[in-house]
């Protein structure tokens, strides 16, 4: 049993003995990796620092043009937004006296075209039909007065009663 005490001692020291590399290797690892990180870190501060300053001050200077440029698109956007309101009031009414015009220029040629109508049937029941009457009249008379012009022309032509020319028609 003793023997097997020894044993276990001795594997167990081995054991511990190993660990102690083991823990040296990982000391050794993350301090060397620490040190990589330090100088990581002072490299990154020593690049950007600057930068970021840099362009903290460029903030700093272009703040109140940028608040300058905002306002006026602001500002230019409310001229805009007025000007298209005043511009469509003008149209609407534009449009709207367009149709009132137009509409009193349709009752205007609607009444210049039923004068006209009106007039063309006063002119025809005035004029046209009592010339129509007066000239059936005088046709008439024109037609009783040849008959009777002639006959007498038949009665003391060459005693047939009706002239050569008639004859033929």
């Known amino acids: 049993m003793e023997n097997q005490l020894a044993i276990f001692i001795a594997i167990t020291s081995a054991a511990v003995v190993i660990q102690a590399f083991i823990l040296i290797a990982l000391y050794l690892a993350v301090r060397k990796s620490s040190a990589r990180m330090e100088a990581l870190a002072t490299e990154v501060k020593t690049k950007t620092i600057p930068t970021i300053e840099t362009a903290h001050s460029l903030l700093i200077e272009l703040r109140p ?11 230019s956007s409310t001229v805009v937004r007025a000007q298209m309101e005043r511009l469509d009031a003008a149209l609407s009414d534009v449009l709207d006296r367009s149709r009132l015009q137009v509409i009193r220029a349709d009752e205007i040629i609607t009444r210049t075209m039923d004068k006209v109508e009106e007039t063309t049937e006063v002119v025809h029941k005035t004029v046209v039909s009592p010339l129509r009457q007066a000239s059936g009249l005088i046709q008439g ?11 007498r022309r038949r009665n003391a032509g060459d005693g047939m009663g009706v002239p050569q020319d008639e004859m033929f028609i």
């Open 65 to 75: 043009k940028i608040e300058s440029i905002a306002e006026n698109v602001s500002h």
């Open 141 to 151: 008379l024109t037609a009783g007065l040849e008959y009777f012009v002639g006959r």
